[in-house]
């Protein structure tokens, strides 16, 4: 809620400012607050991996409201004109409390099993849209009041999941380094399509202000987050290669297309479809960032900001470059959406002819280079094995790993559970199966022929 808060609301929109010039340039403030505390975070992990560093992280997330809601105060009680310097601190101070609560919230969620995980991510993006629209249609006090509480729940909350899931292990950022690098086309891409997000969330601040506008705003927040809860299941971190992009792309193309040749409410409708496309990239953005830390086990401080500031960088850049266009009569509504579908091309170039970082495509193609996959045999034996003794879906992937001579360590990590799920699934296939050990498993595979029938797998 805070985050769509200071990125969309308004707060002097009715305050009878001069061209509304200070209240425009605010989520400039709040993206660069949350990507400096993402770097700084990155950059300093072993220190705020550690308890004192956690207590500044707490310090900070408990404080960082109040300085927004006394100028929010000041505007709405006094009347009074915050002057720009002030209002672009507070919103600052936003970002920078943000960045905090994003790595607390991290650090906890990536402890989860991947589905729960993902869920929590989703859920939290709905809630938000309906904060958001509760605190937008309210009274201005009730709504100052919305942004006063909002933090200190959040962290309550935290502190009683903290309880009840380990501390997460310590992994130096030396170690971090050693295991796993972001590649930095996904960060130009990412950066790129920010751009995109920022340039269109600033035309719709300019957009009258009204209940179905923020209904509007609200539902595109929500369905974002819908649209890709089918995709979480199976996001691993490919997503972070260039796949969600190409997904996103044609809900891109149908918002932006239009753009130029549209106004009034159908231009409205274009950028909330765009608004839509940026919450499906955020958050598939951190659920896959959630997936690198299980995979490569690093410490989520390491990563999770450092990957999610380019796309606040971008977004940054593109409400800069409308606000600057517009605010200094240099082009009009026009022009600005010109400039969308330009950045749109671009992006299709990248997406295209991007060359990702093979390393980090390698595990995805695994099975192909397995001694037994070749023309598919060993694939046809364990599909046949596992249909003829009647194993569920998740027995079935388990089995396929234990077939190819996978550990426990390998399996939770691929699939995302626990070694005592693991364990769990592992005895009900060698019950099912009739073998007391992996070499008898192999064994059983081996012999199988190929298109193996129910009676033929026992008989073997």
Known sequence: MLFFTALLYDPFANAGLPNNALALPLPIAM??????????????????????????????????????????????????????PFAFAAWLIIGIGLGCLLALWSELLVSF??????????????????????????PALVGICFLCIASPISLALLRLLEKE?????????????????????????????????????????????????????????????????????????????????????????????????????????????????????????????????????????????????????????????????????????????????????????FVTTIDFDPDHLREEHEDAGHPHADKGRWKTKCAAIAEAHDLSAREIEVFNLLAKGRGTTYIQDKLYISPHTVKSHTYKIYRKLGVNSREELLTLVENAPVGDSGDSAETT
């Open 165 to 349: 899931t380990p501390a997460a292990p310590f992994v130096p950022r030396a170690e971090c380094i050693r295991r796993h690098r972001l590649t930095k086309p996904i960060d130009a891409l990412n950066t790129l399509y920010g751009a995109v997000f920022g340039l269109a969330i600033f035309m719709l601040s300019r957009a009258e202000p009204s209940l179905p506008l923020y209904g509007g705003i609200a539902l595109a927040i929500a369905a974002g987050a819908l649209f890709m809860m089918p995709f979480f299941s199976k996001n691993t971190d490919k997503m972070m290669h260039g796949m969600v992009q190409k997904i996103l792309f044609p809900i891109l193309v149908i918002g932006l297309m239009p753009l130029p040749f549209v106004d009034g409410i159908l231009q409205v409708f274009c950028m909330l479809v765009i608004l839509m496309g940026y919450i499906c990239l955020t958050l598939v953005n951190l659920d896959s960032l959630y997936c690198l830390v299980k995979k490569y086990k690093v410490t989520s401080f390491y990563l999770v900001g450092r990957g999610h500031s380019p796309i606040l960088v971008g977004v940054s850049l593109g409400y800069l470059i409308g606000y600057m266009a517009a605010f200094t009569n240099v082009v009009g509504d026009m022009s600005l959406a010109f400039a969308s579908l330009a950045l749109v091309v671009l992006m299709s170039v």
């Open 113 to 138: 099993v991947k589905g729960f995980t993902s869920k929590a991510i989703a859920f939290s993006a709905c809630i938000g849209a309906l904060l958001y629209f509760a605190m937008s249609s309210l």
């Open 31 to 84: 993206c660069v607050g949350f990507a400096a505390a993402d770097v700084l975070i990155f950059k300093m992990c072993d220190f705020f991996a550690g308890e004192r560093g956690h207590k500044v992280l707490w310090a900070i997330v408990s404080c960082y409201a109040i300085i927004p809601a006394i100028v929010l105060f000041t505007q709405a009680i006094r009347g009074a004109i915050v002057p720009a």
